[in-house]
């Protein structure tokens, strides 16, 4: 057995559940961390999280996280294709679900719909930035625009990274932060969630105003043609990407909203 695999091992051992909660696994724990090189990161991070309540734990006591989140923060990616596959996206799928099994009576109310918010934001990033990586645009300067978009998009989900990383070093979350990792975690987010659920703080859904064009199917695409608002080129779009807009529509009125809104500002 080569010397990786067992070195690897060892870290894992020492970041257990059972281990942190007791003071001399903490620092034994914390001590193995800061000797932690970068190659390591990934592999690390990611059985933090395989338990969000360790992860979150771990970064709210431990005064040296400042190098691992600063490098998880430095390889935030900047293109599409890389964020499905990336720590970053694992760390925010995780911790935007580990947040809303937070008690709503501990947070800020805007804290707490910022939370929820963040939420929904992170669900539909992925689907939506697949969309405009599907569409096919007419000219160069509407393709630049859906590419702008886009790093808007991925910087969007970077600033809520960052939010989150803030959120668990906050004094006033430390208790809760223990709490919750020596409780139940399935318990508690099931007890917790639905009280901070996304939908809960978004607006009612309405019927869209007539500027807003119908969504219809053809052949091998879609296009919006002649409809208020949208500039005088043709849109192209994929089956899935049309398929997508479709689900959003029936799903959430308001993300469906903002998709057409930026499809009219690009064209």
Not at 142 to 170: P, V
Request: with cysteine; glycine share 4%; charged share 20%.
């Amino acid at each position: 057995m080569s010397k990786r695999p067992l070195v690897r091992q060892t870290m894992l051992d020492l970041l257990s559940k059972d281990r942190i909660v007791d003071a001399a696994g903490l620092r034994a724990a914390i001590n193995a961390l800061s000797t932690l090189a970068a190659t390591g990161l990934q592999a690390v991070v990611e059985h933090l999280l395989s338990i969000p309540e360790v992860f979150a734990y771990i970064i709210s006591v431990w005064d040296g996280y400042n190098g691992m989140i600063s490098q998880i923060m430095i390889d935030f990616p900047t293109k599409y294709q890389e964020y499905p596959s990336s720590l970053a996206s694992k760390v925010l799928d995780r911790l935007s679900t580990y947040f809303l099994a937070l008690p709503v009576e501990s947070l800020a109310t805007k804290v707490s719909r910022d939370i929820s918010r963040n939420r929904g934001f992170i669900e539909s990033a992925l689907p939506l930035l697949c969309t405009l990586n599907m569409m096919t645009f007419a000219n160069e300067k509407t393709s630049e625009a859906a590419t702008s978009l886009t790093i808007a998009i991925l910087a969007e989900l970077k600033e809520i990274l960052s939010f989150y990383f803030s959120l668990l070093r906050r004094t006033e979350l430390a208790g809760v932060i223990k709490a919750l990792l020596l409780s139940n975690a399935g318990g508690s987010a099931k007890d917790v969630s639905p009280d901070v659920s996304y939908t809960e703080v978004v607006e009612s859904p309405v019927q869209p105003p007539s500027a807003y064009p119908t969504v219809q199917p053809m052949k091998a695409a879609l296009y919006f043609d002649n409809a208020d608002g949208f500039g005088e080129w043709r849109i192209l779009i994929s089956t899935e990407a049309y398929r997508n807009l479709r689900e959003y529509r029936r799903a959430d009125e308001k993300i469906f909203k903002i998709i057409v809104k930026k499809i009219k500002f690009v064209f």
